[in-house]
């Protein structure tokens, strides 16, 4: 019982020290860029010797990797469980609402990212691959919530499914980088969601 209670202590203190480093390296990695980070300095910015990053990740590349999964997972949308439940209008609102939330509650992490694609001649393949297939998965949900609106006359038949996506996602990227420079005052959630819902939903039933 001693053994497991100090096992679990172990494990315990073993991942609030790699929180403590991820939150760490995420911060100089979006300060200073991939390359001028340093391993000591990452371990000066969490309070931890470098052998305990090392310990925890065995390069920096294994530590950026690390930070990146960590700061995907948001973006990560699932509504397997409630889909059945809800009619196209209400999901296609819903992905909206979520991307706009995250823009405002995630905006350092939407920061890194623009950090390290700007600051890279060649940015990462890995880091490329992994956004672009979140971008297509979203790009690619939203059309199909698109196509079967239209086809229920909830929505809106002035485009056709993709580009009416297309524009959509064209103006959720405007506002992110709006929200980048202009802080707080240029995302109001609820003001978003009723433009968007009045040019997809406007006079439909």
């Not at 315990?12 to 979006?30: H, K, M, P, V």
């Not at 065995?58 to 973006?75: D, G, H, I, Q, S």
């Not at 350092?108 to 672009?132: C, G, H, M, T, Y």
């Not at 809106?156 to 202009?182: M, Q, V």
Request: with cysteine.
């Amino acid at each position: 019982m001693v053994e497991e209670v100090s096992n679990a202590g172990n494990e315990s203190r073993a991942q609030e020290s790699r929180d403590e480093i991820l939150q760490a390296a995420t911060a100089l990695f979006a300060r200073r860029g991939f390359h001028e980070t340093s391993m000591a300095e990452v371990a000066r910015e969490a309070g931890v010797s470098k052998a305990l990053i090392f310990w925890h990740f065995k390069t920096k590349e294994e530590l950026f990797f690390a930070v990146l999964a960590r700061l995907l997972e948001p973006y990560v949308i699932d509504f397997a469980e409630e889909r059945s439940a809800l009619d196209e209008k209400t999901q296609i609102l819903k992905l909206i609402e979520a991307y706009l939330s995250f823009v405002r509650d995630h905006a350092d992490s939407i920061r890194f990212f623009v950090a390290q694609l700007l600051r890279s001649e060649k940015p990462s393949p890995a880091l490329n691959n992994q956004v672009l297939a979140l971008y297509e998965g979203y790009r690619a949900l939203l059309t199909d919530l698109i196509q079967h609106a239209q086809d229920d006359g909830l929505c809106s038949r002035r485009l056709d499914a993709a580009n009416t996506a297309a524009f959509l996602l064209s103006t959720l990227n405007g506002l992110l980088i709006s929200y980048l420079f202009l802080g707080n005052q240029a995302l109001s959630l609820e003001g978003m969601m009723g433009m968007l819902g009045d040019w997809l939903f406007g006079g439909m039933a």
